[in-house]
């Protein structure tokens, strides 16, 4: 096998290697990556502009890039998951805003960084990798038989 390649993309969670099998003979080290992009404090303006401090977490798989939203308490449930794979980013001085692509609703949710330095790390997170490393989930068609 020659050797894995790391593809570029925006999350900032390191790669981790699987040990080397006891045949030491084959190249059997692959490279895995975690499907947490990011995660740290924000603070969440939602609608009426309500804010809250919030712990954000988000996750990209091949098929799924979702954020969860969890208050900013030690053990908890999130208050909600966002799917974030069809939004539109509006960048803010500092922060962003984020709505569904499609809809005509006013609504948004603003979220405010807590360190300038990490806005770009977010912003990065929450929009879609353009490197193509995401494979599409669209399954071949299925012809059935008529009997």
């Known amino acids: 096998m020659p050797a894995a390649q790391i593809a570029p993309g925006c999350s900032s969670t390191p790669f981790f290697q699987k040990p080397y099998t ?17 995660s ?8 009426g502009n309500h804010m809250q401090s919030v712990q954000v977490k988000v996750y990209r798989t091949s098929c799924e ?4 939203i969890y208050p900013q308490k030690k053990v908890c449930r999130p208050l909600g998951v966002m799917n974030i794979k069809n939004i ?6 500092n922060g962003f805003k984020i709505r569904q ?5 006013p609504l948004c949710f603003t979220f405010i960084s807590e ?15 353009s490197t193509g490393t995401l494979s599409s989930c669209t399954l071949p068609i ?3 038989d008529e009997e």
Not at 65 to 68: C, I, L, P, S, T
Not at 101 to 105: L, R, T, V
Not at 115 to 129: G, H, I, Q, R, S
């Open 142 to 144: 299925l012809e059935e």
């Open 40 to 47: 740290g404090a924000m603070t969440l303006i939602g609608p």
């Open 65 to 68: 890039h979702f954020a969860v």
């Open 101 to 105: 692509k499609g809809f005509d609703s």
């Open 115 to 129: 360190t300038p330095k990490e806005l770009n790390l977010w912003v990065d997170a929450f929009t879609c990798c």
């Open 22 to 38: 006891a045949d030491e003979s084959q190249d059997s080290m692959t490279i895995l990556r975690s499907p947490e992009s990011m």
């Open 88 to 93: 539109i980013l509006e960048r803010l001085e």
